[in-house]
């Protein structure tokens, strides 16, 4: 019998002003002698640094290389979205391109999709790029309310084991997903336009009857550095509270209040704490939700239909504890984030 080919990966790297990390994230992918046979997509979202240039020098190079560039800047999400017409996999890989991959990442990645079918989208183990004895993420841990806190982060290496581990959320820095199941739901949910999307497709995977894993054995390492700056707040809040309305229906939004009061109330409290400008950003980001009831509840619809596991089940996967190393940590920080980007993100905060 002729073994069956080895299905094609499509490797999608989403920039925005990434000049100083696209070089080493496009080097190394490059240098990967992989089994599966993969091609580079590099997605500009309409940067204002050279770095869509350094991306068109790559393909120039490199034949198995397509530099694409958005007209505008659609967001992670979007940035994917966009490639997605002209990538050939079945498989779909999404990076940053301040992530760095080992060789061998990609057939791994691939191979576990290909013989777990249960399987919507695998993490690899996620190290930190400055510290490789340290995890940044082994997927992520969803809370009941929302919330999505990088899974063993800080932590030793050796805590992640092994052997693959079933996950509640995919970090969205580097995973690999199937094009089948991307077309099933119409895309990446592109609404939120950054950040919390990578908790919206964990969210909705698993509502369609996926289960979500991380392979320890398989390795990239990612330059990450924990930090809240108010236009994240702003992008994360809003994006929480819209996929909250979006997949849980009204009755598990009352059973969950309580621990949702809790949950706002300590952003209130963070908010305080940090300033004025994070106040303003947490004001802004329900008078967003308000905006777009109606999108909110087309997108539910859509949810609705592709829905095979209840609230109920969802809820018995998640975490109902906080990661409160993480929010100690983001409470410690004072003044301006050192990892903000240059002018902020392209965002407006108004209510």
Excluded at 61 to 77: E, H, K, M, T
Excluded at 195 to 213: A, C, K, N, R, V
Excluded at 261 to 280: K, Q
Excluded at 307 to 327: H, I, K, M, P
């Amino acid at each position: 019998m002729t073994p069956s080919p080895t299905p094609m990966a499509s490797v999608v790297v989403v920039n925005y002003n990434g000049r100083e990390h696209l070089a080493e994230c496009l080097t190394a992918l490059c240098a990967d002698e992989a089994i599966t046979p993969y091609e580079i997509l590099v997605v500009d979202n309409a940067s204002t640094d050279d770095s869509a240039a350094m991306a068109d020098e790559y393909a120039a190079r490199c034949p198995f290389i397509q530099s694409l560039r958005s007209p505008i800047n659609r967001g992670y999400a979007g940035g994917l979205n966009f490639a997605l017409p002209h990538a050939k996999g079945e498989y779909i890989a999404v990076l940053n391109p301040d992530v760095v991959v080992t060789p061998g990442w990609l057939t791994h990645l691939t191979q576990f999709l290909e013989t777990h079918p249960n399987v919507g989208a695998v993490n690899p183990l996620i190290l930190l790029y400055d510290d490789e004895g340290r995890i940044n993420a082994a997927g992520q841990a969803l809370h009941i309310t929302g919330l999505g806190f990088n899974r063993w982060l800080g932590q030793p290496r050796a805590r992640a084991g092994h052997g693959p581990t079933r996950v509640t959320g995919i970090q969205g820095s580097a995973f690999v997903i199937r094009r089948a199941t991307l077309d099933a739901m119409g895309g990446w949910d592109e609404s939120g336009f950054l950040y919390q999307e990578d908790i919206e497709l964990s969210w909705l995977l698993q509502t369609m009857g996926y289960d979500l894993y991380c392979l320890p054995e398989v390795v990239v390492r990612h330059k990450y550095h924990l930090t809240m700056y108010p236009e994240k707040l702003f992008l994360l809040e809003r994006n929480r509270l819209a996929m909250l309305a979006a997949n849980l229906k009204k009755r598990t939004l009352i059973l969950l209040s309580p621990l949702l009061a809790l949950t706002e109330f300590m952003m209130w409290i963070y908010c305080l704490v940090r300033g004025p400008d994070f106040v303003r950003a947490k004001i802004a980001c329900y008078f967003w939700v308000a905006r777009r009831r109606a999108r909110i509840q087309a997108r539910k619809q859509r949810i609705q239909s592709l829905r095979r596991r209840t609230d109920l089940q969802l809820l018995r996967r998640f975490s109902w504890g906080y990661a409160w190393d993480q929010f100690a940590a983001l409470g410690r920080e004072r003044g301006e984030s050192k990892r903000k980007p240059a002018g902020g993100l392209p965002v407006e905060i108004r209510p």
